[in-house]
């Protein structure tokens, strides 16, 4: 293989345009997660995020200082800070679900969001940082011309589609899968992973359990047989996105996962924000028909 035929792969891998319509079709069902979060945060805003909730100001304000990037680090420690940035994110992720203004919304809605993930902490998971990821790539993307108020206003009236460089889907993407074969790299260093119990363990921790796992499913052949399905799936996810032919089987595979950790486990939105993150790799075909069904 030439040096030539490697360049040409990259550049088309990166740079080929293709649709806009699963980047548009990922800002809505993305922004829409982020709402969600968004409103659990208002409704619990002065215990989580408040001057004297979990990490009072003061020792975030020192343990956070030129550490992390965060809008609360500019603003008094007061609760009307806490509203006015809840206020701010609500409303860019407000626009970045209408496709306003997208250029502004989605540097809008990454600081917003990075800043209130910085500052509860204490209550982060997976999803959160997923969150962060995607809303920084997400800035870089041909997001809002599709599906949104800024093609209606500003858009080609006479395009069917519009095609752009795919490269910060492309890093999405690859974030995606980075994920997947990460998490399953690391089950694999614990013993209950390799030895098909870990399923048990995780759907009977009461402090994580959501719903009761059904019991039956609970014995020993089920329990393995989960175990090792699910790192059979998390090292099948990487290679099978990919792949125009394993593509939606390992996708709806995922999603099936997924839902079983949102009624199982109590990980807040994780399932919720990896199955938006799925959606990177619908064909725009796949994308318009979803669309003319709404």
Known sequence: MSIDTLINAWNTFFFQPVSVYPIALFRIVFGSVLMLDALYLCANARLYLGPNG??????????????????????????????????????AVSMLIL?????????????TTRSLVNRGQQMTNGGDSVAK???????????GQALSVDALLFGPTDADDVMRAPWAQRLMQIQLCVIYFNTMYWKLKGATWRNGTAVYYAC??????????????????????????????????????????????VMGAAVLMHLAFMLFLNIHLFSFYMIASLMLFLDPSAVKWLVSLG
Not at 65 to 83: I, K, W
Not at 219 to 239: C, D, H, K, S, Y
């Open 54 to 91: 979990y990490t009072e100001y003061p020792r975030h304000f020192r343990q956070m200082r030129g550490q992390v990037l965060s809008l609360f680090l500019y603003f008094p420690g007061t609760m009307t800070s806490v509203q006015i940035i809840l206020g701010l994110h609500l409303a």
């Open 99 to 111: 496709g306003l203004l997208t250029p502004v919304s989605t540097v809008l809605a990454y600081l």
């Open 133 to 143: 990821i995607m809303a920084f790539l997400l800035i870089f993307t041909p997001c």
């Open 204 to 249: 009977t921790n009461k402090m994580y359990r959501l719903f009761t796992f059904p019991s039956f499913l609970l014995r020993a052949p089920f329990v393995q047989i989960l175990t090792w399905g699910v790192l059979a799936l998390e090292l099948a996810l990487a290679p099978g996105l990919w792949i125009d032919e394993t593509r939606y089987w």
